[in-house]
């Protein structure tokens, strides 16, 4: 009754969003606003619609209903309530049901606004955002349906075979939720782009719109990204948290455009350039996001993170294909429309190094696209894959990473419209001076890395350059009010949010980066096997092997623990205890011992774990340099994003204001 009912709901679904799209169409060709309010109402109906059959999924999950193939697919008895909460995307039909539901939550959201202003937008972007949403609700009808029940005739188990080890971790609970988020949060901005092209309006009203749909489409992607690395670092048991894995990089590479696209909205908004621009990019984010999830979910990769094989692969290919030609159709239909206001008058303006920028984003994005795709390629050719390796990445992107970095510590010094070399070297000596504390540090610490030293400077300078704009800005409104320093730089990052918390993002990647050299450069490992009461050494560090247990768990895992004591010089640090998980179903899961500073982490864990004794146990411990600075700078990334999307006075409160000056909107007819 139940799974019929879910399905059932699921069916209504895709009518009403279907609805949706053809109402909002005629009722625009017929300029009949009751059509396009119909079309609108009916795409808020579809929220309530996926809620309740979301809610009848994970009563199924919480419930053991074994009689579901999903249900037995993702859980079992053993499992916790909350991890068969999270089943729900645990598996294919499930996350694509998850998807649908988040779509259609921010589609409801969005056409909850204000359109007096906007009414000429919003049948477009009904019909972008139900098409879209249409797509993912008809592959669980039609393909994964998470309802489908155990076919007639064959005995329900009696238990499920339960969700992969590796997707019980945290990180991997909060993940796939904020990847989706990120994912799912792009549409908006692509849906109101397309809507303007349709329109024909060239002015920037639909990226004021969609500004804080874009911060918080990027915040939950690239947290998507951090928490994803911290799972790979606590559970893979490689020792690193990126592995450049091709479903890494699928969720990269919109990533790497929506990071593009945030800084060349601002030179639009500033100046009224790169018009053209700023659509590429966003219809690039929203077909790789596509692309992304295709990637995962066709089965044409073989990866930890992936789905398996399954049909909805062509479907996903023709769904890109179709983004890609009406997009950009419609882009070229508009091209001499979008003609920029000014032009580019200095190659050291801030408009200049921002379209430097996002050259360079782009140039990654080229360096993982290839690398991704080359193996299908060459499979489809030659009937040999040949694979792309880390090494790859690393030599390809390296000095791309290190002049982004360049470019956070010299374009918050440039002006908009027109610098010189004389203006941005009177602004940057200090700043530059202050930088050199770091190649000093690194030669007194014994750092001999002419890329470590080069790029700790680096790091030094955006930091130094933007401590300096904080202190600027609020030690000249402090001295002309009187009010305390700090009082004043509340005040500074309350006038402007979107800048300061943009520079706190600086300090967030310079953070990160902080981690990825030394965890790069100076990551050491060593494997061995050793008996009890035997040492291992490495830089500086012994671990003594004190124990071995192995006993089952309450939910019939099997699990090999060893304890092993940390020490250096001597002095005594911790207990450090790396386990393997074996499953009943025979999956397992490897834990790793990890003891973590600011300066380092030690990194062990159990290897080649069947038959292992006391007498004869394999370790592999790494030493991982600066690796927490990579969460540090996750922690300070949420914060900046926080702080540039918490605007007091956004688009729509800006409308109320007639005191400020507005562009007259234009439009072509």
Known sequence: MLPSLGYGILVITLLVTLYSVGI????????????????????????????????????????????????????????????????WWGGQPGSLLFWSWLLSMFTSAVTLRKWDRDRDLLPWVLVVTGITLAFFISLNVFFENPFKL??????????????????????????????????????????????ALITGRTDDRWLKITRRWTLWAWLFLSLGLVLGMRWAYDVLGWGGYWGWDPVEIAALMPWLTGTAFLHSVMIQEKRGMLKHWNMILIILTFDLIIFGTFLTRSGVLSSVHAFAESEIGPLFFAFIGF??????????????????????????????????????????????????????????????????????????????WGALILLMGVAPLSAWGHSTVKTLGRSLWKPAIASLIA?????????????????????????????????????????????????????????????YGGYIVHISMVLIGIGILGIELFQTDTQQHISTGETIELAGYSLEYDRLDQFRHEDGRLITRAELNLSKDGE????????????????????????????DDVYVILVNWEGITAESTPFKLYHNPLVKWVWIGGYVFILGIVVAAWVDDDEEDADKKPHRTRRKRATVQ
């Open 24 to 87: 909002a169409i005629y009722g625009e060709s017929q300029k009949d606003a009751a059509m396009i309010e119909s079309g609108r109402r009916a795409m808020l109906l579809t929220l309530p619609l996926i809620t309740l059959a979301s809610a009848i999924l994970i009563y199924l999950l919480i419930n053991d209903r074994y009689d579901v193939e999903y249900v037995w697919s993702v859980t079992n008895r053993s499992m916790p309530m909350y991890l068969k909460i999270t089943a």
């Open 572 to 599: 005594f640090i911790e207990v450090l205890t790396p386990r393997f998980d074996l499953y009943p179903d025979g999956q397992p899961m490897t834990i790793p011992g990890v003891r973590s500073t600011l300066v």
């Open 150 to 195: 155990i076919p007639a005739g064959v005995d329900i188990p009696l238990d499920g075979r339960g969700l992969n080890p590796l997707l019980r971790h945290p990180g991997m609970i909060i993940h796939p939720p904020a990847q989706y988020l990120g994912f799912v949060a792009f549409t908006i901005p692509f849906a109101f782009a397309i809507a």
């Open 323 to 400: 983004i890609f030609v009406f997009s950009f159709s419609l882009l070229i239909k508009r091209w001499a429309d979008l003609k920029s206001e000014t032009e580019m008058k200095s190659m050291l303006s801030k408009e200049a190094l921002f379209l430097l920028n996002n050259l360079l984003f782009l140039s990654l994005l080229v360096i993982s696209f290839w690398g991704v795709i080359f193996p299908l390629l060459s499979e489809l050719f030659t009937g040999s894959k040949v694979t792309v390796g880390p090494p790859f990445y690393e030599r390809a992107t390296g000095p791309i």
């Open 439 to 499: 190649p000093i540090w690194a030669l007194a610490v014994g750092i001999t890395s002419w890329v470590a030293i080069g790029g700790f400077t680096l790091i030094a300078l955006v930091i130094a350059v933007t401590i300096r704009e904080f202190w600027r800005g609020a030690r000249a409104r402090s001295r002309r009010s009187g009010e305390s320093f700090f009082t004043e730089l509340w005040k500074l990052m309350k006038r402007d949010r979107r800048r």
